[in-house]
């Protein structure tokens, strides 16, 4: 979903959501509506709970509603997640906000200046999103969860990480907010990784420029040269490939790598390129020998520790526990064509968001 801001703005701006993030119903035209939307939400969120714990978590979510009526809020959003088969969360807001600085530069420094005053051990910077400037701030803070919240049914404190993005919205007098809140420590690299593509699709214009937008972000995959370390591991695993695949024939492919997205992060909505791909192939193969080639393969990397499952188009094999650690979190496929006598390969390097440091501004 991408929201449009209040029609009191003379500009038209929007953004992209990823599909899993659950909007609450803060623009709901009237009351009532505002709180069938809300609990319908929590239902669904919740649906292994019992209606009372729904209808208190719906009860939660409400009261915060009010508030965030009241700091001119036009988006709220859940982000419920599943990492390593447990659960993560985060929240992501956005208010829009008059101001009467006569530039974007003059509103970003005075902001900064206000918020060093008043927060000054949390950290600042000024960054340029595609949209234009802005003023980012990273904190933490704590809170404690109540008792009948919490899996040990005590009060648990808990440690809260936030950014947030200062955007003026250009010669309308007003400046955008967007906030991230997590406390799922363990995960900010991916909630933030999020939170910095969402930010990435920021535009403003007419509303046809927007939708317009909206289908080039969408579409879009924006990847990165990856460098020689990386390239040079997924040859080192082709060769392996090669040597057990063993075929006589042309090669082809060369030492071409492209950055692509894994699966799992396409899937949570990250379009920043996460890991490599080395594709090549062997034709001029007699089908003799291609036929034993995939059998061949699964024999030999079973043997070192590889997880080998057939597919539609072939086999897909991917390190296990028994691997050589230098394979851990690659994977390959294969396939052959009988009709063109060929055997082609794709190996993937392990996804980097699986072991990124969270010391950097977005994860």
């Avoid at 509103?107 to 400037?133: F, I, K, S």
């Avoid at 406390?183 to 509303?207: Q, R, V, Y």
């Avoid at 579409?219 to 390239?231: F, N, Q």
């Avoid at 055997?343 to 993937?348: C, G, P």
Wanted: charged letters at 25%.
């Amino acid at each position: 979903m991408a929201p449009v801001g209040r029609k009191r703005s003379r500009l038209n701006f929007g953004w992209i959501m990823p599909p899993f993030i659950r909007e609450l119903p803060v623009n709901a035209p009237d009351f009532d509506t505002g709180a069938e939307q809300l609990y319908t939400l929590v239902t669904d969120l919740m649906p292994d709970r019992s209606a009372e714990d729904q209808f208190r978590f719906a009860l939660a979510l409400g009261s915060q509603m009010d508030l965030m009526l009241e700091a001119n809020i036009i988006y709220a959003g859940l982000c419920f997640l599943e990492v390593a088969g447990r659960p993560s969360g985060s929240t992501i807001v956005v208010s829009q906000i008059e101001h009467e600085s006569d530039t974007d530069e003059e509103l970003l420094r005075t902001t900064r200046e206000a918020l060093e005053r008043t927060h000054p051990d949390d950290a600042y910077q000024c960054v340029e999103l595609p949209c234009g400037p802005a003023l980012t701030r990273i904190a933490t803070s704590g809170f404690v969860l109540s008792a009948q919240w919490s899996p040990t049914g005590r009060e648990v404190a808990i440690q809260r990480s936030q950014i947030q993005v200062y955007i003026p919205l250009p010669g309308a007098g007003e400046i955008l907010i967007f906030a991230l809140d997590s406390p799922s420590g363990e995960d900010w690299e991916l909630h933030s990784e999020l939170f910095a593509e969402i930010l990435k699709t920021i535009d403003w214009g007419t509303d046809q420029k927007v939708e317009d937008y909206r289908a080039m972000r969408q579409s879009a995959l924006v990847a990165a040269e990856p460098d020689d370390a990386v390239k040079q591991e997924l040859y080192w695993h082709s060769s392996r490939l090669m040597d057990a695949v063993a075929l006589k024939g042309r090669l082809g492919g060369g030492r071409q790598v492209n950055s692509v997205t894994c699966e799992t992060c396409w899937g949570k909505g990250l379009r920043s390129a996460c890991s490599a791909k080395h594709s090549w192939h062997i034709d001029q193969v007699t089908n003799g020998d291609l036929t034993d080639a995939l059998p061949r393969i699964a024999e030999v990397f079973s043997s070192q520790g590889w997880r080998t499952e057939t597919t539609d188009e072939g086999i897909r094999s991917r390190a296990g526990d028994g691997a050589p650690e230098r394979s851990t979190g690659y994977s390959f496929t294969a396939s052959v064509d009988m009709a063109t006598h060929t055997f082609t390969t794709e190996v993937t390097s392990p996804c980097v968001r699986a072991s990124a440091a969270a010391d950097s501004l977005f994860g």
